[in-house]
């Protein structure tokens, strides 16, 4: 069975840096697919960035690109997202996701 355990969040000023972690467990992190995604109230989930090809490739959503980097330590099987300049729009919840299943996710707050 696969379980996703996301840890990291957190509040911060504008301009803050935090860094997510997903432990991954019955699921191998350097597989095909795994990636980060976001859920602000009120508004539609939002892929943010996503690793493929065994960690060779990575894909950002336009608006956190140059800001956050996603990537994965094989020893420890768990993905991270470091997220740096950080803004009041980031803020939201955070799940890591294999694609068929998520973690319970970590909230971000950003403050202005």
């Known amino acids: 069975q696969v379980q996703l355990v996301e840890s990291g969040g957190g509040s911060v000023q504008e301009g803050g840096s935090l860094r997510l972690s997903c432990a991954a467990s019955g699921y191998t992190a350097r597989r095909n697919y ?14 943010v960035a996503a690793i493929v090809a065994r960690g060779r490739v990575t894909y950002y959503t336009d608006s956190v690109k140059g800001r956050f980097t996603i990537s994965q330590d094989d020893a420890k099987n768990t993905l991270y997202l470091q997220l740096n300049s950080l803004k ?22 950003v403050s202005s």
């Open 88 to 109: 009041t729009e980031d803020t939201a919840m955070y799940y890591c996701t294999t694609g068929a299943d998520r973690g319970q996710g970590t909230q971000v707050t």
């Open 34 to 47: 795994m990636a980060w995604f976001r859920q602000a109230p009120g508004k539609e989930r939002e892929g």
